[in-house]
């Protein structure tokens, strides 16, 4: 495992967190994410051989963990520059407060993106070692 990799990777969710608190993100968030999964794939590709998909994984996951921790610790920030998305929440009663499902919901979505991440590093391996 190359740890000093993952830690280096595992920094755009904690950026993208501090940043969406003040709502920096919301009209390009998703094209902010796209650009730093390939990103993160290419330096994967390139450095993290063999263990290419453990990597992805585990950077996508402490994506969405240090990304809902960040919104979750300073969820009354994040709620006053992100309005508009909580009204979202507000509209269908839940029992499940929103803090907590950002809590909850963080790993999940840290997950499927480190699988969505594992799939662009195979596919930029198989680009950049054609052998291998």
């Known amino acids: ?16 967190g501090l940043l969406s608190l ?11 994410w796209l650009a730093l999964g390939l990103f993160a794939a290419l ?4 450095h ?6 453990l990597h992805a994984l585990l950077v996508g996951l402490a994506w969405g ?8 610790t300073f969820f009354e920030t994040y709620s006053v520059y992100n309005a508009e ?7 269908r009663p839940s029992p499940i407060p929103v803090r907590f499902f950002f ?3 963080g790993p999940v979505i840290g997950a499927v993106t480190g699988l969505v991440l594992s799939g662009l590093t195979f596919i930029l391996q198989k680009l950049i070692r054609p052998g291998g």
Not at 48 to 53: D, G, L, N, S, V
Not at 85 to 91: A, R
Request: proline residues 4%; positive net charge.
């Open 85 to 91: 998305m909580l009204k979202g929440f507000q509209e």
């Open 48 to 53: 993290a051989h063999p263990r290419w998909f």
């Open 43 to 46: 330096v994967l590709a390139r």
């Open 103 to 105: 809590l909850v919901l």
């Open 22 to 32: 003040r709502g920096y993100t919301q009209k390009i968030e998703f094209f902010l």
């Open 1 to 16: 495992m190359n740890w000093y990799l993952l830690l280096l990777l595992s920094a755009p969710g904690l950026i993208m």
């Open 65 to 72: 963990v240090l990304n809902s921790i960040v919104q979750c």
